[in-house]
């Protein structure tokens, strides 16, 4: 049983439903990414999401495609990036699951990537410009190097294909609370329309999953964690994060924004 899988079973076993931070490595200060998940961890999160920065970040909204300048303006590089997660595995179980496009690991090559990945300590890969039906090449090599890999659920999903997808993904599926990019939002769903989004995932989907894309306080998460089994919360702790002044600020903001949001 693999760490990302323990911890559903542990969140099922005590009722209780996952937090997922995203976070953008060496944003907003060179340096700080390790200090950021050791905060991550401090504050609960039960993963956490590392984003891998890409020059065209096309789910991405404003704030997470400003972070990911500052990250590639401060070096960050995919090597850096595992070894950060390489260094933080001495330290926590976390699962860590990296999110990215896919032209960054074809690039460095499948079989070559997914492999560093894993001995780094990476628990899958979220890579929301390959669909699932393109993504077998990613998909064997994650299997053969031990990483789930997560595709994404929509709201334009049809229920055959929401079945497929949580067939094909490894141990959760990631839902989209909204057509469109990332960024946080003051209310998801119109007129009901996220809760008979995610009513319809629950019947369709026999593993676990998340919602992510908009979420950005509390009464957001209790909302879609009433039908799912966890919430990601991205660009809401970046907006966070980037407005601090210095290191310390940016961890102090972390903590205490993470500690806000609460399922239950």
């Known amino acids: 049983m693999n760490r990302i899988q323990k911890k559903f079973e542990q969140l099922h076993t005590t009722g209780k439903k996952a937090i997922v931070p995203y976070i953008t490595p060496e944003f907003p200060f060179k340096g700080i990414t390790l200090d950021l998940l050791r905060a991550c961890k401090e504050a609960g999160a039960d993963m956490v999401e590392v984003g891998i920065p890409f020059s065209d970040p096309l789910a991405d909204g404003p704030t997470i495609q400003h ?26 179980e976390i699962p860590i699951i990296l999110m990215g496009y896919v032209n960054p690991m074809f ?21 929301p410009d390959l669909p699932p039906e393109e993504g077998f090449e990613l998909k064997k090599a994650c299997e053969s190097a031990g990483l789930s890999i997560v595709f994404l659920i929509a709201p334009t999903t049809p229920d055959e294909r929401m079945k497929r997808i949580d067939l094909l993904s490894t141990d959760f599926t990631y ?27 629950r019947l369709n989907v026999k593993k676990p999953f998340v919602v992510g894309f908009g979420i950005s306080n509390s009464d957001q998460v209790r ?42």
């Open 67 to 92: 972070s990911s300048h500052v990250a590639l303006s401060n070096g960050v590089t995919m090597s850096s990036i595992l070894d950060i997660v390489r260094e933080f595995r001495r330290q926590s």
């Open 223 to 264: 909302n879609v964690c009433r039908y799912a089994d966890g919430a990601v919360v991205g660009s809401a702790l970046i907006d966070a994060i980037g407005k601090a002044h210095n290191p310390a600020e940016a961890i102090d903001h972390t903590k205490r924004f993470l500690l806000s949001l609460s399922p239950s």
């Open 107 to 127: 690039r460095r090559g499948y079989e070559r990537f997914t492999a560093e990945a894993s001995s780094a300590g990476v628990d899958g890969l979220i890579v």
């Open 175 to 201: 839902c989209v609370s909204v057509t469109g990019v990332t960024g946080s939002r003051e209310s998801i769903g119109t007129n009901g329309s996220l809760d008979r989004f995610l009513q319809r995932v």
